[in-house]
T-cell receptor, first 115, second 112 residues
Framework: ETGVTQTPRHLVMGMTNKKSLKCEQH?????MYWYKQSAKKPLELMFV???????ENNSVPSRFSPECPNSSHLFLHLHTLQPEDSALYLC??????????????FGAGTRLSVL | GESVGLHLPTLSVQEGDNSIINCAYS??????FIWYKQESGKGPQFIID?????DKRQGQRVTVLLNKTVKHLSLQIAATQPGDSAVYFC???????????FGKGTTLSVSS
């Protein structure tokens, strides 16, 4: 148990559906992250929130919409996705954004399949 | 640009052997490096970290070595066990020092 919980663990959706991924951290951290993990590729950073404010958006298509209502919760809203968006979506949190405080703790991920 | 890579995508060892997983990085200004382990069906798990002002750091059965001259990072696992089978990622801080850049990963397979 890493202290970062993601739901659902698996999600199958059609290209016209709207769904949301949820992440909750119980570590008292200030920063939260969304990553995309595709086969044979490095982890791709999507979004970063620090103290509930979005600090990074790495050119992610608008069909992915993050929401951070408080420092413990992070959502990723999905709509009109494409089959190439199928991947493992990982949430992480860290105490802060610098040095050792940037050690990120990951959830188990949501395995997303877009049909 | 910044990138972190690993020398080998897969490594197979016998139980009890020592394993060495290598990583090359490109950002000479990186101040901080981390090794993660990802088991099947799980997210990456923190193993050990090292600051750029250190050459070596030891944990329980793991040692990380940093060679800044050639921008090389390695993870040594002593007496490798079947439970060590996983994908291992190295990560470095980006130029701003606020984000982590991950390598592609090395899959370690341990046979009994």
């Amino acid at each position: 148990e890493t202290g970062v919980t993601q739901t659902p663990r698996h999600l199958v959706m059609g290209m016209t559906n709207k769904k949301s991924l949820k992440c909750e951290q119980h570590l008292g951290h200030n920063a939260m992250y969304w990553y995309k993990q595709s086969a044979k590729k490095p982890l791709e950073l999507m979004f970063v929130y620090n103290f509930k404010e979005q600090t990074e958006n790495n050119s992610v298509p608008s069909r992915f919409s993050p929401e951070c209502p408080n420092s413990s919760h992070l959502f990723l809203h999905l709509h009109t996705l494409q089959p190439e968006d199928s991947a493992l979506y990982l949430c992480a949190s860290s105490q802060d954004r610098t040095g050792a405080k940037n050690i990120q703790y990951f959830g188990a991920g949501t395995r997303l399949s877009v049909l | 640009g910044e990138s972190v890579g690993l020398h080998l995508p897969t490594l197979s060892v016998q139980e009890g052997d020592n394993s060495i997983i290598n990583c090359a990085y490109s950002n000479s200004a990186s101040d901080y490096f981390i090794w993660y382990k990802q088991e099947s069906g799980k997210g990456p798990q923190f193993i050990i970290d090292i600051r750029s002002n250190m050459d070596k750091r030891q944990g329980q059965r793991v040692t990380v070595l940093l060679n800044k001259t050639v921008k090389h990072l390695s993870l040594q696992i002593a007496a490798t066990q079947p439970g060590d089978s996983a994908v291992y990622f190295c990560a470095e801080t980006d130029q701003a020092g606020t984000a982590l850049i991950f390598g592609k990963g090395t899959t370690l397979s341990v046979s009994s």
